[in-house]
């Protein structure tokens, strides 16, 4: 079963950046969209940015402007640049690849905090 793995989370200040990255334990064939879903306490997981296969983005109100999501389909690795980060970004970011079937990484936290 290919995994999904996410690095690159951490705790950082408002206004700060941070890179996340996903990349899969093994070759994912006929991937059409990956993306990044995030998750607070309390909350649903929401959708933050998506990319298909033609290159077409997609993005929470929330986040237009700040985030960047970019993805190597070819290579099973998808990326989110978070700039300009506010306390409410604060979540459990998750990796999407999706097929036929979603594929899901388990997760990597991003707090932003003084």
């Known amino acids: 079963q290919v995994q999904l793995v996410e690095s690159g989370g951490g705790l950082v200040q408002p206004g700060g950046s941070l890179r996340l990255s996903c990349a899969a334990s093994?070759?994912?064939?006929?991937?059409?969209?990956v993306g990044w879903y995030r998750q607070a306490p309390g909350n649903q997981r929401e959708l933050v940015a998506i990319?298909?296969?033609?290159?077409?983005?997609n993005y929470a109100d929330s986040v237009k402007g700040r985030f960047s999501i970019s993805g190597d389909f070819a290579k099973n690795t998808v990326y989110l640049q978070m700039n300009g980060l506010k306390p409410e970004d604060t979540a459990v970011y998750y990796c999407?690849?999706?097929?036929?079937?979603?594929?899901w990484g388990q997760g990597t936290q991003v707090t932003v905090s003084s």
């Open positions: 990319i298909s296969r033609g290159g077409s983005t």
């Open positions: 093994g070759r994912i064939f006929g991937v059409v969209a």
């Open positions: 999407n690849q999706r097929t036929n079937v979603d594929y």
